[in-house]
């Protein structure tokens, strides 16, 4: 198994563009989720997903974040208008039911200049 | 609400010595608790895992036990080796009606000097 897939894994872009994070969980998975890890506020969970469904975005910063998940094996992150304050690293997991081991991907690096 | 507290690093071991990083929880209910591991450039990923009270998680030499009276799962090692350099996050899941996320603790992060 290839584990959770994030593209890219690195960003740089410049402030007011348009950001899209993608994310293929792992065959098989019924959750997903989007976390976001700075040195300040640590991880923070965005939101997440149970069968392509999302359940709870209180996470979600503000307006500008948006997530969808079209199919079983992939979700988008987007943020419109990006802005310094956003860069991060962000993370996806996935898991098979709630309880069980969440399986994170390697993370893709925004820099917002 | 369900927090986690787990001590402020970083710490710093020589090879072989004795490693313990803390870790309390805030939770109503009874949540599983959890070490995940996080190496430089990586995503993290699950180091041990306890589901109820006086469970002992294990791996790689690791262990924690979940102390309900303490409220605690602090991270144990008796002898740290250099690959063990990494952040350690203390986590919980109270899973439950339409919960179903991680709460993590800031990261403790481990230097094992030769």
């Known amino acids: 198994d290839a584990g959770v897939i994030q593209s890219p894994r690195h960003e740089v872009t410049e402030m007011g563009q348009e950001v899209t994070l993608r994310c293929k969980p792992i065959?098989?998975?019924?959750?997903l989720f989007w976390y976001r890890q700075t040195m300040m506020r640590g991880l923070e969970l965005l939101i997440y997903?149970?069968?392509?469904?999302?359940?709870?975005d209180s996470g979600m910063p503000e307006d500008r974040f948006s997530a969808k998940m079209p199919n079983a094996s992939f979700s988008t992150l987007k943020i419109q208008p990006s802005e310094p304050r956003d860069s991060a690293v962000y993370f996806c997991?996935?898991?098979?039911?709630?309880?069980?081991?969440?399986?994170f991907g390697p993370g893709t690096r925004l820099t917002v200049l | 609400g369900n927090s986690v507290t787990q001590m402020e690093g970083p710490v710093t071991l020589s090879e072989e010595a004795f490693l313990t990083i803390n870790c309390t929880y805030t939770?109503?209910?009874?949540?599983?608790l959890f070490w995940y591991v996080q190496y430089p450039g990586e995503g993290l990923q699950l180091l041990l895992k306890?589901?109820?009270?006086?469970d002992k998680g294990s791996n790689k030499g690791f262990e924690a036990t979940y102390r309900k009276e303490t409220t605690s799962f602090h991270l144990e090692k008796g002898s740290v080796q250099v690959s063990d350099s990494a952040v350690y996050f203390c986590?919980?899941?109270?899973?439950?009606?339409?919960?179903?996320?991680?709460?993590f603790g800031k990261g403790t992060k481990l230097s094992v000097k030769p």
């Open positions: 997991a996935s898991s098979y039911q709630v309880r069980n081991e969440q399986f």
């Open positions: 065959s098989g998975h019924d959750y």
């Open positions: 997903f149970n069968n392509n469904v999302p359940i709870d």
């Open positions: 939770a109503t209910g009874y949540p599983s």
């Open positions: 306890a589901t109820k009270a006086d």
């Open positions: 986590a919980l899941l109270n899973y439950g009606g339409s919960q179903g996320n991680l709460i």
